[in-house]
């Protein structure tokens, strides 16, 4: 990986470019990010607590659910790693609404940093071969910045490699609230027409 | 009497997911429920997710929850195994009330798997995971489905329907 962006600046473009009525799920580091970044809006939804690797088919499923949303689910690359034949269940039920950010640091940030298995592991390729059609790699901010919003308004679904610079001493994210009465407000304001 | 063959236990297995009002039903075959999915796929009513493993079918039945729709999960008891994080943190983490009809491998008959060790962990497993589970060992009694899962969506709780199986 010859280039990795800042984290936080990815995610700033990713904010800039969402939307109205598209959801954002967020998970680990860029969970622990998007709240430190600013307000929630009623369609973020904070996966804290999480199960790994469980972001990207919980996307597919809100997806499925609600076909007219745009629904943007982030994953670490060793979250991805967890659960790969999500991207094969993503091409198979090929929903036009979904977008897969996979934030690829090498490494498992918020346990220490320790390196993921493989060097260099291309998921933009493995996107590619499990049958998803719009697969994007970004290494740069700038042509980030610049292709975000072609990139995301591609015919779903989606997936966008970004590769980011792991953040030293990162700890994990902590949880905005009690689990219940957040579900339910995010179902409230998933399902409103 | 004659046993019904899979595919009209399919049909009618896909009549009663609908009639309850699902919509999406998550699944990883076994040689049992495995047939049944013609049936769920050809049904207008329904959706049938097929997935790569059942840890990823708690987490799509979650999103698909979330997003208003009444999902259902049918896998095998061996992928009960499986789903460990994934059913915690959906199901308990998340208080989502997903209900499950899990399939239990060599219950009526161990003659592939002398002493398949699904008969040990099944039950303890279910009830480990504080799963509000019923066990169905008979095809006439498939109804108990609709039964157990209205009462569980009425108390917002998950539950589980196991259905006995035969030879793996």
Known sequence: ?193 | MTEPSAADTGRAIADLFAAMGITHVISVPDSTIGPWHAALDAHPSLRLVRVCREGEAWAVAGGLHLGGARPLLLIQCTGLFESGDSLRNIVHDWKLPIFSVIGYRSYLNQSTLPGDTCLVFTEPVLSAWQIDWKLVTDTVDYGEIRTHYERCRAAGIAGAIVVAEGRA
């Open chain 1, 1 to 193: 990986m010859s280039a990795r962006m800042p984290l936080r600046e990815t995610l700033e473009v990713l904010r800039a470019e969402r939307r109205a009525g598209d959801v954002v799920i967020t998970s680990m580091g860029s969970a622990r990010e998007w709240m430190a970044m600013g307000p929630l809006d009623p369609l973020d939804f904070v996966f804290v607590p999480s199960s790994m690797g469980e972001a990207v088919p919980l996307g597919l499923g809100m997806a499925l659910a609600q076909p007219t949303r745009r629904v943007i689910a982030c994953s670490g690359d060793g979250s991805l790693l967890m659960n790969l034949g999500s991207l094969v269940t993503i091409a198979s039920e090929a929903p036009e609404n979904l977008v897969v950010l996979i934030f690829a640091n090498g490494v498992y940030e918020v346990t220490g940093a320790q390196p993921i298995p493989g060097r260099d592991v291309d998921f933009a390729t493995m996107a590619r071969a499990s049958g998803i059609g719009s697969v994007f790699r970004f290494s740069d901010i700038a042509a980030w910045t610049v292709g975000a919003r072609t990139a995301l308004g591609e015919r779903g679904p989606i997936c966008i490699v970004l590769d980011v610079a792991p953040l030293p001493d990162a700890v994990g994210p902590r949880s905005p609230g009690p689990t219940l009465a957040r579900a339910a407000a995010f179902a409230a304001a998933l399902q409103q027409r």
